[in-house]
């Protein structure tokens, strides 16, 4: 599916991995995709810009949030090519409505949204699955006591391997569960 610009689209169909974001060191969107993201988003209700990158940390379950350094700036780009516009309200801080011609690209671009979402859908599914905050608690823990008792001055090499092994034999048996 080709994007904005001609350019071809990622991610289309799923084909991202799970890891998206915080995770990996690739971006999770290219510039159009965002773009995308942040128009159709604009197009439920206005939005300001911390309402955005709530919105998309909401969608992916906590597993990606767009910084603002990469918000903002496309949100004024949205505004000077006309696909947005600033919204009249009574809030401080600056919003932004969809114009027609805006409307006019997300409906063109509709199943490529819809691919953008499901992939955001994708992470927080993902997230619910690998997230538990028992086990986050727990591997801190490990972490822990790992770098306490390792860093002990006369820890021997049996020692090392003996921990190495435990680690092994609860990998094991995780995987068994």
Do not use: C
Not at 82 to 108: H, M, P, Q, W, Y
């Amino acid at each position: 599916m080709m994007g904005w610009g001609g350019r071809r689209m990622r991610g289309e169909g799923g084909g991202e991995g799970p890891f998206g974001s915080r995770f990996a060191r690739r971006r999770m969107f290219d510039g159009d995709e965002l773009r995308l993201v942040l128009l159709s988003l604009i197009g439920e209700e206005n939005r300001h810009g911390y309402e955005l990158i709530k919105a998309i940390d909401d969608l992916s379950g906590g597993a990606y949030a767009p910084s603002p350094g990469m918000v903002y700036p496309m949100l004024a780009m949205m505004d000077e090519l006309g696909v947005i516009r600033e919204a009249a309200d009574a809030s401080a801080r600056r919003s932004f409505a969809i114009t027609d011609a805006g409307r006019a690209e997300l409906e063109k671009a509709a199943p490529i949204v819809k691919a953008l979402r499901e992939r955001l859908q994708g992470l927080a599914a993902q997230r619910e699955k690998t997230d538990s905050a028992p086990v986050r608690r727990a591997m801190h823990n490990l972490r822990i006591v790992l770098e306490s008792r390792l860093s002990q001055d006369g820890v021997s090499r049996d020692t090392l391997l003996e921990t190495a092994a435990l680690i092994d034999e609860a990998a094991r048996k995780i995987e068994r569960l």
